[in-house]
Structure formats: C-alpha cells, structure tokens
C-alpha cells in the first residue's frame, strides 16, 4: 500500500493523521505529542524531536511513562491527568542545576538582568528584564516552572564567553544580546 506525503510545517512529512516526520531528525511525533508541540512553540520552543516515543521511568515519582525527547525539552505524557495536564514537560532545568551544581547554585548576580522583576515567592527568586518577557510570552509557568535560581553570570564551555543564565525548574535561558529579540533569549 502506498502512502501519501504532504509537507508540513518546517518541511515535515505527513505519514499518517496526527504524525508528523522530520527529515532533518528522521524521527516522527504523533498524537498529544504533536498537539501540544504544535500548541507551545514548535520549532522555537522545544527544537525537533530527537527520539521516537518510549517509555521511561521518571525520577521525579518512579511511575514509567510515554516521553519523547526534543532537542530542548521532554515531553511526559500522564494520562492520568485530563488535558492540557496530560503532556507535561520534564524537570530539566532542575535535573541541569543539580549536575552543574551539586554543591548548590552560585550566588546571584543583581546587576545581571536589569528591567522589570518579579519575586516568585515559591522559590524567594527573582526573574527580570529579557528573561521575565520570555517567560511570560512562552508558556510561564507551565512550560518553564518556578526560577530556582537568580540571572548570574557563567562561562560558555565552547568559546569561555561570559553569559547571563538563569534555571527554572523545566529550562535554562542563556541571554544572547548580539540577537534581536526574540533570540535574545535561548
């Protein structure tokens, strides 16, 4: 049997409803995993999928679910939530904070971001300037989580060049000022 292709969004084929396949990854995302990729920034938000859909215990409560790994995030799905809380993403930013950081996160620099801020009283930390527009205009809460940690200074590994980063409990944004926004944040 032949199956059609139509080209999608960002050059994806259609290979069946409610797949999409990317040739740049070869991998495909169906389902609640499309929707809400689809539904949260796509491309810009979450990269290509980097994995097909498994299972995977989590480390968060030890139950095994469905994920699919994204080049900047991880999609859960608990169908034991009713949607929109049955995709959920994983604790990246937390699982990176912890690895960078064991012995705790370094001390925040206050001139670092400035502009507007918010105190997240969950937390006692604060998200300002460029980083607080992304956060609010890319999901908030739901998709980036609660800031662990305030905007500091850290060296970019690759070229040793300083850069403003800050960890939230599902992301770490990178202030990239040589970008106009919205790229300025990544």
Not at 128 to 134: E, H, K, P, R
Request: proline fraction near 10%; aromatic fraction near 12%; hydrophobic fraction near 35%.
């Amino acid at each position: 049997m032949l199956v059609a292709l139509a080209l999608g969004a960002y050059g994806a084929r259609k290979v069946q409803p409610g797949c999409r396949t990317f040739p740049e990854t070869g991998r495909t995302m169906c389902g609640r995993f499309l929707e809400y990729w689809d539904a949260h920034g796509g491309l810009a938000q979450q990269g290509y999928p980097i994995s097909g859909e498994m299972a995977e215990r989590s480390d968060v409560d030890g139950k095994t679910y469905p994920v699919q790994y994204f080049e900047r995030a991880v999609f859960e799905r608990h169908p034991e939530n009713r949607p929109p809380y049955d995709v959920l993403v994983s604790l990246l930013g937390s699982m990176a904070l912890r690895e960078h950081f064991p012995a705790g996160p370094p001390p925040a620099d206050p001139g670092a971001m400035p502009g507007e801020s918010a105190l997240f009283p969950e937390t006692g930390k604060r998200v300002s300037g460029a980083f607080l527009a992304y956060w609010r205009a890319n999901g908030g809460l739901a998709q980036q989580g609660y800031p662990l940690t305030d905007a500091f200074y850290m060296s970019d590994s690759p070229s040793g060049q300083r850069r403003i980063v800050q960890y939230f409990e599902r992301a770490v944004f990178e202030y990239h000022p040589e970008n106009a926004p919205p790229y300025n944040v990544l």
